[in-house]
């Protein structure tokens, strides 16, 4: 076991070498090492995938030989090798001989009654699914979250679960890792694959694992975890969003309504902050009676307009009745400390309490 | 580098010219044209790679095949032939074979730089979509491929576009809301070459079940055709209802199927009648035959193979064996979505069908020969009405009969075994093999018959039966000009064998002296199938019989 321990703390410092240009100096016969090698931890991964103490201290072990986020995890291990074969087909330090043996390898039917590398079959049928996603993307109908960036959501919770079910509660990196992540994205983007993500979730879509079916918990054991797993991811991201004022902000304003009216629904803390948020939007609105309505005091500042407001408050009362009413109480509330004023154009709150109230 | 002169030209310059011409597959055109020509290609494909597989290094490769780099470039770009079946292997293993180990040239150099990036293009990072790039870094940095991506991704694409198609049901007051024609339209030829991929099946479904308002049809035939292709050679399998509504929409399909049926049927050698019954089944068209409208297409394709074959036995057993699944299927379906027995059936006598449709098992076995006796008495009138049959009449009428084999098999039976008036059932059973009568021909089979029936009735009973004693029926069957006599007497003497009590002792030689020295063993070898099914099927048969049976069906199946 220690030997297998040893060797499998080599995985990133090899994906590591596929990615760079130190391969320039490899051949053919290093290539099928390294191949090999791929095989052999998918080889381990299967072995050892059903026993969690293995699989558990095998995850440890690959945590430990990796100091920069996010560390792979024990399911890393079984793709090893598409992981490797697809890294170094990018790699364009690859000289021809070793290239050759790498198309040959991964591609080409192996020749009957040699062990094969990873599967040709596997890398055909993600050719063909790419050809789907290009021809099934029809333009689509507003509404309900893009296919993409689910797909990315998806793959970030599976790998926020397996981090959970390995460590439990409380390890320290984990922040500072998601944050990396998610900010190799864009921002409209990364909002949009949280916020599908933290929709995900609250639908209890606890059976979509990451792709490679790894969640084998055993039975009820690992249906309760995963609940409570799961509660613990949502809060993870959840402390990124509301962690900064700015960033929540310009989620709040690049999100559509009725999607953060469905996650608030879901989580408290989201509805509490974002009604706060709406609160100070609205506050800096003020009446033009030339025009006859509500306008932006400050015409730059990354704030909502008065429709934009009124849309996103009824959005949050379409919602569940609880929701519903926090936010009914929350703008009689404000109206009540505005002067409770029962004509139009005296005090926004009012106004948006009659709109919403129709 | 041997080239062998056998393989037939690959021919370039057309797939070429095609693959120009479809550009990368935006107008609904070239879209159509693609799928049409998707099996050729991938042939084509196929018989590339075989032929560059000896080939070493790009400049080789060009030097034989000029427009290959071209070719192959511009396929890479189509994701209808990347999508298809297995063109994206074939595709690939030819971009590896040209791929040079030691490039002698900066041409080769470019090349292999070239062929890494289509194969980026198709596995990783491509400019298909615009921000594939930061995708590709996000998920590399979770630890994930392209395929755990990608894996994702199509089925999300396919759970939301069901999503779409199935909460639009048409509704006449609010158009803007249900999807519209031409998108549904679009979806299903961007499906052709999916059809094979297993992600696919909930939309395959989604899409054969789909309605929307317009009374045309809104699926693309090529789509239809192609689902079609693909379930009648078990690559796909989808529920009963979507095959149903597949057939219902487009009758090529239905035809092409029953065709296939057929085809099979008829190439398996019959050994037994379950094998037929299974093979059946599995094909789904007794179950789609619930609905009438199906039912009609494949009666009448059954009709015109019977007729083509002049009425093979083969054809006539497969018909029977149909038409007996269909009403078992019909009688499980629920009462509610029955369509009466008139939509199946609306030119004939509706009584006699009735009485047809009636399945053996339903009655007691004691009310069986009454039964016939009705059957035969309404074919009687229905036929020997001068007013009203014609020969088509005739024709149809006899077919009605025909696919209810079981109660004339039934009747032979009958006829020997049960106490009875024979004058009624004789009749039917001479009807069967002899529906015509302007020459009386039918009069005259009667009187053959007839005579043959006394003699064998008269050694029913007898347990001590020598081949002698058969001797004069048996030369009346071989003195017959007319093969349909022939057919009849055969038919009741063999009736006469299985169910006689001293018939097991000559059994075997006698059927071997008959149809060694007429033309009646397919016949006979059919009746015997039919009765071991109807045996098996009903647990009827005493053990002697069956066991005489089976001995007389082995020894059928070594000589045929």
């Known amino acids: 076991m220690a030997a297998v321990l040893g060797r499998v703390a080599e995985l990133p410092a090899l994906l590591a070498l596929s990615r760079s240009a130190l391969v320039r100096h490899w051949d053919a016969p290093a290539l099928d090492r390294a191949l090999e090698w791929a095989r052999y931890f998918q080889h381990v991964h299967d072995r050892f995938r059903a026993r969690p103490q293995l699989r558990e201290a095998l995850g440890r072990r690959l945590r430990r030989a990796q100091p920069c986020s996010p560390p792979l995890g024990f399911s890393a291990l079984g793709r090893c090798p598409e992981l490797l074969g697809l890294a170094l087909l990018e790699n364009r330090a690859l000289p021809p001989a070793a290239c050759r043996r790498l198309l040959r390898r991964l591609l080409l039917p192996p020749p009957p009654g040699a062990g094969a590398g990873p599967e040709p079959r596997g890398l055909a049928l993600l050719a063909r699914r790419k050809a789907a996603a290009r021809l099934l993307a029809l333009p689509r109908r507003p509404g309900g979250t893009e296919p993409r960036v689910r797909a990315e959501a998806q793959l970030l919770l599976g790998r926020l679960r397996e981090e959970e079910a390995q460590e439990g509660a409380g390890a320290a990196g984990r922040p500072r890792w998601l944050c990396g992540v998610l900010e190799r994205l864009p921002p409209p983007r990364a909002f949009a694959v949280v916020a599908a993500a933290l929709a995900l979730l609250g639908q209890g879509s606890g059976a979509e694992g990451a792709g490679d079916g790894d969640r084998d918990g055993s039975g009820q054991d690992g249906n309760r975890a995963s609940a409570a797993g799961d509660g613990c991811i949502a809060g993870l991201l959840l402390s990124w969003l509301l962690g900064n004022r700015e960033r929540f902000s310009a989620f709040c304003l690049c999100l559509p309504g009725s999607l953060l009216a469905s996650l608030a629904g879901h989580y408290s803390q989201l509805s509490r902050s974002y009604l706060d948020l709406l609160t100070g939007w609205g506050s800096h609105l003020h009446y033009d009676p030339l025009q006859g309505r509500w306008v932006k005091s400050c015409l730059e500042k990354a704030e909502l307009s008065w429709e934009e407001l009124r849309e996103r408050f009824s959005c949050l009362c379409q919602g569940s009745a609880l929701l519903r009413e926090q936010t009914q109480a929350a703008l009689k509330l404000l109206k009540t400390r505005d002067g409770d004023f029962k004509v139009r154009g005296l005090s926004v709150w009012t106004d948006l309490l009659m709109e919403v109230e129709e | ?560």
């Open chain 2, 1 to 560: 580098m041997a080239q062998d002169t056998t393989v037939p030209k690959l021919n370039f310059e057309y797939w070429l010219d095609k693959a120009v011409e479809w550009g990368q597959a935006t107008t609904l055109e070239s879209q159509k044209d693609v799928c049409l020509h998707l099996p050729q290609l991938q042939e084509f494909l196929h018989q590339l790679y075989e032929t560059l597989k000896d080939v070493q290094g790009s400049v080789a490769a060009i030097q034989q095949f000029p427009l290959i780099g071209q070719l192959l470039g511009r396929l890479c770009w189509n994701p209808f032939v990347i999508g298809y079946d297995e063109s994206q292997k074939a595709l690939m293993w030819c971009l590896c074979c040209l791929y040079s180990s030691e490039p002698q040239n900066p041409v080769e150099v470019k090349a292999n730089s070239w062929i890494c990036s289509l194969l980026c293009h198709l596995l990783s990072s491509s400019e298909w979509e615009s921000n594939e790039a930061e995708t590709n870094l996000f998920i590399s940095t979770l630890g994930y491929t392209s395929a755990d991506y990608y894996g994702h991704l199509v089925k999300n694409m396919i759970f939301s576009l069901v999503a779409e198609l199935r909460e639009n049901p048409f509704n006449g007051l609010n158009i803007q809301r249900s999807v519209s024609a031409s998108r549904v339209n679009a979806v299903s030829i961007c499906c052709v070459p999916l059809i094979t991929l297993p992600d696919l099946t909930p939309l395959l479904e989604t899409l054969l079940l789909y309605h929307g308002g317009s009374p045309k049809e809104i699926l693309c035939p090529e789509f239809l055709e192609a689902v079609n292709e693909a379930f009648l050679k078990k690559k796909i399998s989808l529920p009963d209802s979507a095959v149903c509504s597949l057939w219902l929409r487009h009758s090529p399909s239905l035809e092409k199927a029953t065709l296939h049926l057929l085809d099979q049927l008829v190439s398996i050698q019959l050994n037994s009648l379950e094998e037929v019954a299974c093979v059946i089944k599995d094909s789904l068209l007794p179950q789609a035959a619930s609905h009438p409208a199906i039912f009609r297409v494949v009666n009448e394709i059954f009709k015109n193979a019977l007729l083509e074959t002049d009425g093979a036995s083969e054809v006539m057993t497969i018909i029977q064996v149909f038409t007996q699944l269909f009403l078992e299927a019909r009688q499980n379906q629920n009462e509610q979505h029955k369509f009466p027995l008139k939509a199946y059936f609306p030119c004939h006598h509706q009584p006699l069908v009735r009485a047809l449709l009636r399945r053996p098992s339903e009655l007691p076995t004691t009310s069986w020969s009454q039964h016939l006796k009705n059957i035969s008495d309404m074919l009687k009138a229905l036929v020997e009405d001068t007013n009203v049959s014609s020969l088509t009449d005739l024709f149809e009428t006899w077919y009605l009969v025909t696919c209810f084999g079981e109660w004339l098999d039934i009747a032979a039976e009958q006829l020997l075994k049960a106490t009875v008036q024979p004058d009624a059932l004789l009749w039917l059973l001479a009807f069967y093999y002899c529906p015509q009568n302007e020459n009386q021909q039918r009069t005259q089979a009667m009187v053959e018959v007839q005579a043959v029936y006394n003699h064998l009735m008269m050694l029913f009973s007898c347990t001590d039966l020598s081949l002698r004693d058969l001797e004069a029926a048996v030369h009346r069957i071989m003195g017959t000009e007319q093969c349909w006599n022939q057919h009849l007497m055969t038919d009741l003497l063999t009736n006469f064998l299985l169910f006689s009590s001293g018939g097991h002792l000559v059994a075997q030689e006698c059927i071997y002296h008959i149809t060694e020295t007429t033309d009646t063993s397919k016949e006979v070898y059919s009746l015997l199938l039919r009765t071991a099914y109807r045996f098996k099927h009903h647990g009827e048969g005493n053990q002697r019989t069956v066991k005489l049976l089976n001995e007389l069906l082995q020894k059928f199946t070594l000589k045929v």
